[in-house]
C-alpha cells in the first residue's frame, strides 16, 4: 500500500503532464505520411516504416528495451524482477485508414508508453513483466488480411495470409521479404497462455456515447460481433414511361423497403444496422431497375441478440421479396462471434476510474479491436476515451483532448499499480 500511497502524491505532483506529452507524440507520428494533404500510413510503406523506427526511438527514451519484430511489431518491455513473473501486454495499432485521424490505434501506444515512462522513471516495481505493443497492422487497407501484428503476438497468423495481394498484386509474402523479413519466422513470435497476465488496450471511443454522457473514459464490456451479407435482388427491367406503377418488378424499390426494415429491426439498445452499400448495375433514369445489390451489417456486443435479428431481417427480406415479385438472393459475407472483456479487469479499470472521483461508465466496442485476436489466450481489457467532434473517427476531424489523454493515462497507471492476481 506504500508504494500505491507514492503514486498517488506522484500523480497529483503532475497533473496534465501525461495528456500534453500524447497529444505532442500524436503529432509528432503524423508527419510521417504517403500523402501530402492528410494522414495515411499503410502497412510496409515508406511511411510506415519510419514511423515504426520512430516509436522504437520514444520507446527507447522512456527506457524501455525495444525490439522490432518480423512483421514491423514495436515491442517495448519492461522486466519484473519478480521471479518467473508473467507479462502483461498494452497493446494498440499504428497503421492508419487512408485520410485517416491522428489518434485511431495510436493513442493506445502513447498512452502504454507515457505510463511504463513513468514507471520507469518513479522506481516503481511491478509483480509482472511490462511489454508496450505498437502492432504494425490492424486495419487491412494495404492488403486483405487485418490484424497481422497482433495475429502474429497471439498465435494466430495463419500461413494462407502471406498469399495476400495488394492492390499492386504484390503478397503479403513478397512486402516482407522485400523488408528483410523472413516469412518463415513469425510463429516464433507467438506468445504462450501461460505466460501472460492480461491484455490491455486503451482506443478513442470511435463514437459518440462518452462524448453526449459528458465523460471522458468508458470501460468496455464487450467487442462487438458481426454478420455481414450481400443480397442481390432481381426484378424486371422496363420503361419507366410505360409500365404501369401497380405491374412493376422494381429492384430498387424492394431494396429500399428490405433497407427501411433493418433500420427499424436493428434500432434498440446495444445492436446496429447498416446498409453500406446500395447499388444498381446499368442504372439509367429511364429505365425500372431490374437488378439491386445491397449490403448488410448487422453488430452486437451480444451474440443472441445480433442473430436474432439477423433471423428476423432474413425472413422480412424474403418476404418483401415474395410480395414485390422479385427474387432476392443472400450470401453471407462474414461471421465473426462477440468478444466479452474479463470481468477481473472490466472491474480493474471501473476502480480505477471510481477513484478518480468520476461515474463508471460501461459500454461495448461496435468497432474490432487488435484485442479480439487475444480473445481465449488471455484476459482482456479495454478502456475507451472520449472522442470530440460528434465522435468521428477514421477521420482528420477526428480529435481527443490533452485532458482526456491525461485521465486515461492516470487511469491505466493506477490500473497497473494495483492489478492482483498475476
Not at 54 to 60: N, P, R, T
Request: aromatic share 4%; net charge negative.
Amino acid at each position: 500500500m506504500a508504494q500505491v500511497s507514492e503514486l498517488a502524491g506522484l500523480q497529483t505532483a503532475a497533473r496534465g503532464m501525461f495528456g500534453e506529452r500524447i497529444i505532442a507524440w500524436a503529432d509528432h507520428l503524423a508527419s510521417w505520411s504517403e500523402t501530402a494533404d492528410g494522414l495515411t500510413c499503410t502497412y510496409l510503406s515508406t511511411a510506415h516504416l519510419a514511423v515504426a523506427k520512430e516509436i522504437a526511438v520514444l520507446m527507447k527514451k522512456a527506457g524501455l528495451a525495444v525490439e522490432i519484430d518480423t512483421v514491423e511489431n514495436v515491442v517495448g518491455r519492461y522486466k519484473s524482477p519478480a521471479p518467473s513473473a508473467k507479462t502483461v501486454i498494452v497493446g494498440s495499432h499504428y497503421d492508419t485508414v487512408r485520410n485517416a485521424g491522428k489518434y485511431d490505434g495510436r493513442l493506445g501506444i502513447l498512452i502504454g508508453l507515457a505510463v511504463a515512462e513513468h514507471i520507469l522513471r518513479n522506481g516503481i516495481t511491478l509483480p509482472f513483466n511490462l511489454e508496450v505493443i505498437a502492432f504494425a497492422e490492424e486495419e487491412g487497407v494495404r492488403f486483405p488480411a487485418s490484424y497481422i501484428g497482433s495475429r502474429a503476438v497471439a498465435g494466430r497468423f495463419e500461413e494462407r495470409l502471406l498469399e495476400s495481394r495488394d492492390a499492386k498484386g504484390i503478397t503479403l509474402a513478397q512486402a516482407l521479404l522485400e523488408n528483410g523479413a523472413d516469412p518463415k519466422a513469425i510463429p516464433a513470435l507467438a506468445r504462450r497462455a501461460e505466460a501472460l497476465a492480461g491484455y490491455l488496450e486503451i482506443h478513442i471511443e470511435q463514437g459518440p456515447v462518452l462524448l453526449e454522457a459528458n465523460l471522458p473514459v468508458g470501460v468496455v464490456t464487450a467487442i462487438a460481433g458481426g454478420s455481414r451479407y450481400l443480397v442481390t435482388i432481381d426484378g424486371e427491367a422496363g420503361h419507366a414511361g410505360t409500365v404501369p406503377m401497380s405491374s412493376r418488378r422494381d429492384a430498387v424499390t424492394a431494396a429500399a423497403e428490405m433497407t427501411l426494415f433493418v433500420e427499424s429491426r436493428c434500432n434498440r439498445p446495444g445492436l446496429v444496422g447498416t446498409v453500406g452499400r446500395f447499388s444498381v448495375p446499368g442504372g439509367a433514369t429511364n429505365i425500372i431497375p431490374g437488378r439491386c445489390e445491397i449490403s448488410l451489417d448487422i453488430r452486437s456486443g451480444d451474440d443472441a441478440v445480433r442473430l436474432a435479428a439477423v433471423v428476423d431481417i432474413l425472413a422480412e427480406i424474403q418476404r418483401i421479396a415474395q410480395r414485390r415479385s422479385v427474387k432476392a438472393t443472400t450470401t453471407q459475407a462474414l461471421e465473426t462471434p462477440a468478444v466479452p472483456c474479463s470481468p477481473r479487469l472490466q472491474e480493474a479499470f471501473a476502480a480505477s476510474i471510481a477513484r478518480a472521483g468520476l461515474p463508471v461508465r460501461r459500454l461495448p466496442s461496435g468497432a474490432g479491436h487488435d484485442a479480439v485476436m487475444f480473445d481465449g489466450l488471455t484476459d482482456i481489457g479495454m478502456l475507451f476515451v472520449r472522442s470530440g467532434n460528434g465522435g468521428v473517427s477514421h477521420s482528420p476531424r477526428e480529435t481527443v483532448s490533452a485532458d482526456d489523454a491525461d485521465i486515461a493515462a492516470r487511469i491505466l497507471l493506477d490500473v497497473l499499480v494495483n492489478l492482483k492476481d498475476v
